[in-house]
């Protein structure tokens, strides 16, 4: 099973939620981070990594210094997302098995345990 526009945004919004800032933040700021192509996979996965800071920069979400690792963190994923590597995660959460969707988020680096755990939380 694909991973849904909810299981994406929820990613999206959970990587960026890292460095002492809050996942509240980062959601608040899903209309911004949508508008810029933020949460197209296709987009991000292919896109020149500057262009992504740029954006990202632009729709609110500026992380001064760490812009560029926040960026290439979230491309990262995306390209995880359009290789398919994450799709066994709807299932996982179907079942209910908490365990094997950890496990499948963090195949994707640059997602360790706290941010699969921001990921699901927003998922439920």
Do not use: F
Not at 51 to 58: C, F, P, S
């Amino acid at each position: 099973m694909k991973l849904t526009t909810d299981h994406i945004e929820a990613l999206v919004a959970a990587v960026l939620a890292v460095n002492n800032y809050r996942l509240e933040k980062v959601w608040a700021q899903l209309p911004g981070l949508q508008a810029a192509g933020l949460t197209d996979p296709e987009w991000v996965a292919a896109a020149d990594l500057g262009e992504v800071v740029v954006r990202l920069t632009a729709s609110g979400h500026d992380r001064g210094m760490l812009a560029g690792l926040i960026a290439d963190r979230l491309q990262t994923m995306m390209q995880a997302v359009v290789a398919g590597t994450l799709d066994p995660l709807p299932d996982a959460l179907k079942r209910g098995d908490r365990d094997a969707a950890v496990g499948i988020l963090c195949t994707a680096k640059g997602i360790g345990p706290k941010v699969a755990d921001n990921a699901l939380m927003l998922m439920k």
